[in-house]
């Protein structure tokens, strides 16, 4: 008896070859880079408010909280892109 076409082996070729991408980071590693762009960007939030009020009333110079603002502006850009779709 004679076996059909279809009953043929089928042979995959290069297929099993195929890598994921390595492009995109795993999803833990991105929740964990969020986290700490958060609390980076909410903790030099803090410091530029208190700074601010404190170089308001002369107790220390500008740069302290320019500096703060800077770094939490920089966080939050980081963390929306980070988020975002």
Do not use: N
């Amino acid at each position: 008896m004679r076996r059909a076409a279809r009953d043929a082996p089928v042979a995959l070729g290069h297929m099993a070859d195929l890598e994921r991408s390595p492009t995109r980071m795993p999803r833990r590693q991105r929740e964990q880079r969020a986290y700490a762009l958060a609390l980076t960007g909410g903790g030099a939030s803090l410091v530029a408010v208190v700074g601010v009020i404190l170089a308001v009333v002369g107790v220390i110079g500008w740069g302290i909280p320019i500096l703060a603002i800077v770094v939490a502006a920089v966080a939050g850009l980081l963390f929306k892109r980070m988020v975002s779709p």
